[in-house]
Structures are given as C-alpha cells and as structure tokens.
C-alpha cells in the first residue's frame, strides 16, 4: 500500500499530517513575527483537527500510543480553537492560542519523526525500537526546537484580534 496514495485511509492520513505540518509551521512562524494569516491558520487547525480524528479509522484491538498522542492533541486543539474564534485571542486567550498552536504542532511532528523512524531503512536501521538514542536525539532536538518556538510565539504573539459586527 502506498502511503502517499490519497485514495485509501492512510494516504489520506497521510495527507492531511502532511498539510497540517507544513501549513502550521507557517502559523507558528507568523505567531513569531506577531501576524497572521487567517485562511493558513484555518487550514492547519482543520487539518491538525482532522489528523488526529482519522487516526482512530485504523483498526485497532486496544488502545495504543498513537491513540493517546491523538486524544491530547484533540484536548489541545479544543482549547486553541476557541481562543483563537470564539475568544479573539484577548488576554490570556492569546497565551493559549500561541501555545496550543506550538503543541499541536509540535506532536504532528513528534508522530512524523516516530513515522520515519519506523519506515525509513536508514532510520529504522539507527532505531529498529524506537528505543536506541538516535531516536531519542532526533526526538529531543525537536522537542528543544518547539520549546524555543512556543517561547518566542508566546512573546511574539500580536494582540487580541478584533471582530467586526
């Protein structure tokens, strides 16, 4: 089965993660430089959103750690979305946002790294468990690079957004 293939489930999975990452690194850039861009921000938590949720269309007999990354990233996400659309991201709000927007971000990534790891040859060779310390490095370094992010999109984060009636 061809991962990328957009017609089957994983493919479609597949995509979605694909389109989540690249358009949230683009969010949290903006967040950084303190803008944003609505239909970016829109498509990357629709998309974060919707990751997560077709995770669970696998077949499955218990509940795995797959499963749990995609029930916290959901408990995020509920929080973020409503800071940014339903709060406006005003006051505190403004801190969710930010960091909901870096951890969502941040656990699309860890999934994609535990991927590769698992089904790239180089990678799965370095960490055929997933419990060598190539992997735990990569997964470190990433995790480094987003608790420096979230900091800087906290700090970097613009003001309350202001809705027109």
Do not use: C
Not at 126 to 134: N, R, S
């Amino acid at each position: 089965m061809n991962i990328f293939d957009p017609t089957n489930w994983t493919g479609f999975h597949t995509w979605l993660s694909l389109i989540a990452i690249a358009t949230g690194v683009v969010v949290l850039l903006d967040l950084i430089a303190g803008r944003e861009r609505g239909a970016w921000t829109a498509v990357f938590l629709a998309t974060a959103v919707l990751t997560s949720a077709t995770g669970f269309g696998f077949p499955f007999t218990g509940l795995l750690p797959s499963h749990i990354v995609g029930i916290v990233a959901l408990v995020v996400l509920a929080g973020t979305i409503p800071a940014r659309y339903l709060f406006g991201r005003a006051g505190a709000w403004g801190w969710v946002y930010a960091i909901g927007v870096t951890i969502s971000l941040w656990l699309l990534v860890f999934v994609a790294v535990a991927q590769a790891f698992a089904k790239v040859p180089a990678l799965k060779a370095l960490a055929p468990t997933q419990a060598e310390p190539p992997f735990a490095i990569a997964q470190l370094a990433v995790l480094a690079l987003f608790v420096v992010a979230g900091a800087l999109a906290v700090r970097g984060r613009r003001p309350a957004i202001h809705r027109h009636a």
